[in-house]
């Protein structure tokens, strides 16, 4: 073997050092942004305290994993000089860990609320959509970091074609909490509070789109084409404005 290609397969393994510490990374935050998710809206469901504040604590954890990556990436791409299907690793890990800590913002306003609320008890019934809802991002959430994982082309187009469904269950949800808060007028606060919370994990699943879309960007070296299915967008501003009255 050659000086030249004693130090090219030296490059190449350090190279891959590098990637896998990276995807390690983002692996760990993805596990704790999921864990965020299911505390958020157990917090919610059973008026947890506690917990939500817990969740409010893990995201500075998050956001300090998604600088690590970032710092990382970046150091990676200016000793090593990826080319190609390596730039894309690296490019793509910064895109996932972006998104993962949006994720983990929208799972921190949900633990807010639940501070907000104090404790108060409201009828269960009108937290089982946004738990439903949260349920299929979560889902979804796992599906793709799994499918960014192994490389899952059709496992990440299948929750890029999901977030459809995420929208109009939202509009739905929409549309039941109204029906509540016209019911009875004392479960108007509470309901304000879920509308917010079911716009956050709508958010969720837009960013898991966003992560199915690098996934895609990834194998094929080039981006998604085609629109993105969305469904009918809920208009939060008039209640926003009402909840701030």
Known sequence: MTEFSTRIDHTAKAFDTDLQ?????????G????????DAVAALAERDLELGERVMATDPVIDVLQ??????????????QPMAVDLREIVGAMRVANDLERVGDHAKHI????????????PAKLIRGVEHMAGLVAAQLK????????HDLQSALAVWKGDEEVDSMCTSLFRELLTYMMEDPRNITFCMHLMFCAKDIERMGDHATNIAETVYYMIEGR???DQRPKGDPTNFGPAAAALQK
């Open 223 to 225: 981006p998604i084409t």
């Open 143 to 150: 599906q793709v970091l799994d499918a960014y994982a192994s």
């Open 67 to 80: 600088r690590d990556i970032e710092e990382k990436a970046v150091l990676t791409i200016a000793r090593r």
């Open 21 to 29: 510490e990276i995807t390690r990374k983002v692996a760990e935050m």
């Open 111 to 122: 633990g807010k609320r639940v501070v907000a609320l104090d404790g108060d008890f409201y």
């Open 31 to 38: 596990g704790l942004v999921e864990r965020q998710i299911r």
